[in-house]
Every structure is written in structure tokens, then in C-alpha cells.
């Protein structure tokens, strides 16, 4: 039990800080602040920003599901889905409510991304071929 809540904590750091260091670097990629200034206007990212960061927020979902399928060692799809389950349900409570500077659409592509992320990375580690230990000397 605790293998399996360690195993979508440590996959939801992954994907945390993998979206937080890939968008401070598309940030400064498009020349947007890194650090919001509470006192400026929200600055209106390009799509250029937009697709960049979906692209960094879909990795990092899968680098999350991943993370949380390998330290599960047990049932690795699953703990990948109570991860996107985590994710759709951070997804709803957010949407209607862009941040500052997103467009209204924005929330609801990561409503999407964030999940089918996840999955797609748990697959992905989940059906890796283990490998066959070797044969016993002798046998």
C-alpha cells in the first residue's frame, strides 16, 4: 500500500517539475517573464509558447505515468491511471478558469493531454518485457 501511494507521489513530482522547468525554459525561449510579476499585466503568450508548453505538459504526463508504473513494480497501468485519474480530476476543477495571459480552450486541451499522458507513459513502462532471470547454474 505504501509502494503504491509513493508510486503517484513520485510520478506527480516527475511530472511537476519536468512542466515547471520546461515552462520557465519556454518562457525565456519567447521572452516571457519566467517569475509573473503580481503588479504587470499578464502578458499574452503566442502560440508558439501555447504549443510549446503542451508539448512540455504532455511529457512531462508521461514521464509522471512512467515514473508511477516503475515504482509500482505491481499493477504499473493501474498506478499510472490513479495518476491520470488525479490529473482529470485537477483538470475540471480548472476549467473555465484560464490563468491569466491562456485562452479559454487552454484548460480543456490539458484536460485531455494530462490524462491520456499519464496512460500512455504507465503503458509504456507497463509493458516493457521484463527481464528473464537467468537459469540456474547446473540446471
Do not use: C, E, K
Not at 45 to 72: D, Q
Amino acid at each position: 500500500m505504501l509502494r503504491s501511494v509513493l508510486a503517484v507521489i513520485a510520478g506527480y513530482v516527475v511530472l511537476a517539475v519536468t512542466v515547471m522547468i520546461g515552462t520557465a525554459a519556454a518562457a525565456a525561449a519567447f521572452g516571457l517573464p519566467v517569475l509573473p510579476d503580481p503588479a504587470a499585466a499578464a502578458p499574452v503568450p503566442g502560440t508558439g509558447y501555447l504549443a510549446l508548453n503542451l508539448v512540455v505538459s504532455a511529457l512531462g504526463a508521461a514521464a509522471g505515468g512512467w515514473v508511477a508504473a516503475h515504482v509500482a513494480r505491481r499493477r504499473p497501468v493501474a498506478h499510472a491511471a490513479v495518476l491520470a485519474v488525479l490529473l482529470l480530476a485537477a483538470g475540471i476543477a480548472m476549467l473555465g478558469r484560464p490563468q491569466p495571459g491562456q485562452p479559454s480552450w487552454y484548460p480543456t486541451v490539458l484536460l485531455v493531454l494530462g490524462p491520456v499522458g499519464a496512460l500512455l507513459g504507465g503503458l509504456l513502462r507497463g509493458t516493457r518485457a521484463t527481464p528473464t532471470p537467468p537459469a540456474a547454474a547446473g540446471a
